[in-house]
């Protein structure tokens, strides 16, 4: 019998995957400030993909036994990411994503329709890493590119219905920890967090083939 709280196992579980997220080239380049504006406009590109299959499937979700918790319109991010993207690459508006950037948001997409635990193991990746790591890259970006303090450009690190992100963290682990299923089911989701992380991680190299460092 596992009694390690869930949002335990997704944390430590996943750490090797975080760090070769968190070291890959580009966001090393990115947050050493060696990369243009053009590459961090083509991430927020990739990021809008992304975010648009987490939030289309929420209308879906919504009254779904075990995503449903997690359906919290104070985290939407396509809204910011929208607004950035106006601001840092006007005419972004139907730009195609990297060949990683689609195989990441379809597999979003397919989980949201056919397995929600699965579901909550990206959005999990993605909100609780932009709650976390996410501050220190607006920093860096606006330190790098010059952009407003939390204006446009950055807007998508900023939660701004989020008032205290260290609370919210702390009441999103206790979702994750009520989240109804058994050990074997736990591992799966384990398993589908790691691959969230690795998809981001393609979506780096991808990013990084496009974008070498400039400096
Ligand atoms: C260079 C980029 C990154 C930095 C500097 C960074 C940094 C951090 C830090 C400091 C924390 C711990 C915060 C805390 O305990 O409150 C954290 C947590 C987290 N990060 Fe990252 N991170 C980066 C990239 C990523 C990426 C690419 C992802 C996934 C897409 C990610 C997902 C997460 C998640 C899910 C957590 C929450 C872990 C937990 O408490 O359960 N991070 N990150």
Redesign the pocket.
Known sequence: METTPF?VR??TESHDQ?TE??TSTF?SDL?GGRLGVDAYARYTEQLWHVYSALEAAWDRLADDPVAGPFVQPELARVPELERDLDFVAPGWRGTAPLAATRAYAERISECAREWPAGYVAHH???Y??DL??GQ??RGTAEKTWGFERKGDGVRFYVFEQISNPAAY?RSY?ELLDEVPLDDLEQRRVVDECKR??AL?TAMFHDLGAQFPRTA
Request: a positive charge; zero cysteines; charged letters at 25%.
């Open positions: 949002s997704l944390r975080h997220a968190e966001m947050l999990y990746t993605r609780l890493g976390s790591g220190i890259i963290k682990r969230a992380f981001n």
